[in-house]
């Protein structure tokens, strides 16, 4: 692709296809493809074209994907297979030969045993070193780069199991320079804007440490692996947070394709009207990062340090389609009012009695700042998403999880600055917010929310705007899950929703302090009508129980 010493490397591809084949069923189970399978039906991925270019390693050149490799299972047929030297439909040809890597990746995107999206409509493979292209250019003691990509726009969700790296005199991995980064960044970054296509990039594993690109892209997913070898944010260039998500796997190779995939399920449950009328909203880049971004289960010791809104290990958490799935089906909500506020000014609510009817959804919208001039102040815009947080039990807490998406626009070198904050509507406090000046992201999680009335806002800040209106996607969900416990004969049935999933029960002797809780003995729930269920024992030695979550 380029003069040594920079190369794009593999991030995994030493005997993939049995590591593959033991665990993906286990990932279907924790990302929550089996429970989104078990509630809904066909979605499949069908009707979505995706592209998976592959990268040669320690100088092999294979990159095509085996149709009939026991991790992909898929007809010949679905396959265009394309590098510099053309394309070909059919397989085996003479453009390359097998990839162990890429099989192994096409299994967990959509292989037919134990992918995620094994009813995608068609697969561009491509060579990454024509797909991506990364020239220098010395201008006297200075090194510029331009990059350039050969992406077709029909492909909606690409995966990139593969990074961008340098290597030094000792034959290491090293991050590339900073103008390098920035300027595959801008490639990738224009044509996802152009073109609403949504790549999807391992982050690396741990070497270097900082995320690579492609994954640094802002309008793309940086994909870490939890549980596994991950390279961790932020990024060098100026500190946003990154990696965006992750998804459980020893390496980002296997990480990546689940979000792909997952990717294409949402896309594909957007398209056919599961989440309302709007379906090109739906269909939206922006929207899919933000609902996969919402729908993430945060590990117990999840964190992030103001004003970076994510974790620099985890990102916004560990993917979870089915809770980004019931959040799109949770339709698309307008704010309630819009209103402008003195550039810095103070916005609390604004006492308007109108309230979104749901409290887990999504919108698809847009914001405006005015940015003054001879005769005119500049002005901050907010639109106010007002929410009644009730139910049943009058002193049940909730939590809050609050992902807001926008684009760097194409050939922009910026972004607007957007922000997100959570007000009591009555008292006017401001309870949670998130503030970053260089990501485009802002993502809120609250635990322990009090009942009550709440203006979660989007605010468009006036000061360095790229322009006067920015496109966005917002997901939101509120929600407290109750544990019933009811006697059934001379056994105990516990059971709680499904949606949002991510809970386990555990149980203890007593509730003296300090008690210790247990998942010994807990049979795994059977679903019935959105509902999990267990039946317990009442000789079981533990009485009494809780649902966690991680």
Known sequence: ?????????????????????????????????????????????????????????????????????SQVLQPAGLFTYISADGSATNYPNSLSSESEHADGVAGYFYGTSGGVATNVAHVDNYDANYFVQVSEIPIGPITNYSASLSAAADDSIVNQSFIFADVNTNNQLVSVPTGEQQAIDSAYDDFAATNNVLFVSGVGNGSPARVNPPATCYNGIGVGAYGGSSSSGPTLDNGRAKPDIEAPASETSWSTPQVAGAAVLLMQAGLRGDGGGDTNSADDMRTIKALLLNGAIKPADWTNNPPSPLDTRYGAGVLNVFNSYEQLAGGKHDYIVSTNVSSGGAHPPTGDAGTVGTLSGW???????????????????????????????????????????????????????????????????LVACSTSLVDNVEHIWLPQLPQGRYDLQVLKNAGNSVSDTETYALTFEFFSMPLNIAPSGTNTVLSWPVYPTGFAVESATNLTSPSVWFTNNIPPPVVTNNQNYILISTTNANQFFRLCRP
């Open 1 to 69: 692709m380029k003069n040594p010493p920079i190369q794009i490397a593999a991030l995994f591809l030493i005997f993939a296809g049995f590591f593959c084949t033991t665990v993906r069923a286990q990932s279907l189970d924790q990302i929550g493809v089996t429970l989104l399978r078990a509630v809904t039906t066909n979605v499949d991925g069908a009707g979505i074209r995706g592209a998976q270019p592959e990268a040669g390693y320690d100088q092999v050149t294979n990159w095509e994907v085996n149709p009939a490799n």
């Open 363 to 429: 919108d698809f919208n847009s914001i405006s700042s005015t940015g003054g001039g001879l005769f005119s102040s500049a002005t901050d815009g907010v639109n106010h998403y007002y929410f009644n947080v009730t139910n049943d039990s009058g002193n049940a807490a909730f939590t809050l999880t609050a992902t807001l998406v926008w684009n760097r626009q194409q050939n922009q070198t910026n972004i607007n600055n957007l922000d997100l904050f959570l007000y009591d509507a009555v008292s006017s406090n």
